[in-house]
């Protein structure tokens, strides 16, 4: 099973600064058929299931504001909110799409400073 | 509008079996992958299994030995997870998730959650 290691475990941000969460995977997940990482980035606050927020490690998903970015190749992965808002506040996880078992990081808690 | 919907909460007894509806509107069900994941509590996102939404086949994680089965029925819109041999570490929030069209993608659509409680 492919394992993704997220740090830190949680964050404390001021309001309109930079955030930024790693992923780390124990194999790479660029897969040689279309050339895209197969990592995705949710955001989970708190009763609510995840929302999609990056896939392909980069591509922003419809509708999600545009501090949300995401880079990284084969194993290592960042997840940046350019400038931190209040709603921003939530569980951020990091997963694989790349190979069944399907799995997801350990969780990053971004809280306000 | 997209959506899914997910059955209501549910308590059971160890040994017992759940099966957790998830019906899917706003979108042609056959043409998408249904996935299936749940949350224990203070845990991090678990991968259970997946069902094509067009012609049924279905693969479950090994971690479930056989405990789980997830099926559809395409007249409904409707698919379905049923985990059985329960234990107290299964009660968590079951949740049905949708998978980008383009296959072999990520998760955009999600169920509000089934949360599912094991305690004799």
């Known amino acids: 099973d492919i394992v993704l290691t997220q740090s830190p475990d949680s964050l404390s941000v001021s309001l309109g600064e930079r955030a930024t969460i790693n992923c780390k995977s124990s194999q790479s997940v660029l897969y040689s058929s279309n050339n895209e990482n197969h990592l995705a980035w949710y955001r989970q606050k708190p009763g609510q299931p995840p929302k999609l927020l990056i896939y392909w490690a980069s591509t922003r998903e419809s509708g999600v504001p545009d501090r949300f970015s995401g880079s990284g190749s084969e194993t290592d992965f960042t997840l940046t909110i350019s400038s931190l808002q209040a709603e921003d506040v939530a569980v951020y996880y990091c997963q694989q799409y790349y190979s069944t078992p399907i799995t997801f990081g350990q969780g990053t808690r971004l809280e306000i400073k | 509008q997209v959506q899914l919907v997910q059955s209501g909460a549910e308590v059971k007894k160890p040994g017992a079996s759940v099966k957790v509806s998830c019906k899917a509107a706003?979108?042609?069900?056959?043409?998408?992958?249904m996935h299936w994941v749940r949350q224990a509590p203070g845990q991090r996102l678990e991968w259970m299994g997946w069902?094509?939404?067009?012609?049924?086949?279905?693969e479950c994680s090994q971690k479930f030995q056989g405990r789980v089965t997830i099926t559809s029925d395409t007249s409904a819109n409707i698919a379905y997870m049923e985990l059985s041999s329960l234990r107290s570490e299964d009660t968590a929030v079951y949740y049905c998730a949708r998978e980008l069209p383009t296959g072999h993608d990520a998760f955009d659509i999600w169920g509000q959650g089934t949360m599912v409680t094991v305690s004799s």
């Open positions: 706003g979108y042609i069900f056959t043409r998408y992958a």
């Open positions: 069902i094509n939404g067009g012609n049924g086949d279905t």
